[in-house]
């Protein structure tokens, strides 16, 4: 199972990304989806994730407001859309996917760069 990740790049402070994340080998309806991020010299940290139907997303506290998890299971994709953005949103960004949401995360893309510049 493979989960390719797109949408990365370099923006300026107050810009906006939106993060895919398509998972075309999955049996995707199944699983809860999540974004995780990686910063240099920071542990990989829990961004945001969301059930199997598109239900009760949740977020951590450093991003609620500002970005929304959705997914369409039609594609086998999930996205984050990341308004707002500030440099300390900068990190390595990770898909994965959880069966059953039981908060055991079986597989993980191969992350890409956000970088957000002031």
């Known amino acids: 199972v493979q989960l390719v990740a797109s949408g990365g790049g370099l923006v300026q402070a107050g810009e906006s990304l939106r993060l895919s994340c398509a998972a075309p080998g999955l049996s995707f309806s199944s699983y809860t989806m999540g974004w995780f991020r990686q910063a240099p010299g920071k542990e990989r940290e829990f961004v945001a994730a969301i059930n199997w139907s598109g239900g009760s997303p949740y977020y951590s506290d450093s991003v609620k407001g500002r970005f929304t998890i959705s997914r369409d299971n039609a594609k086998n994709t999930v996205y984050l859309q990341m308004n707002s953005l500030k440099p300390e949103d900068t990190a390595v960004y990770y898909c994965?996917?959880?069966?059953?949401?039981?908060?055991?995360?079986?597989?993980w893309g191969q992350g890409i760069q956000v970088a957000v510049s002031s």
């Open positions: 994965a996917a959880d069966f059953g949401g039981a908060g055991h995360w079986q597989y």
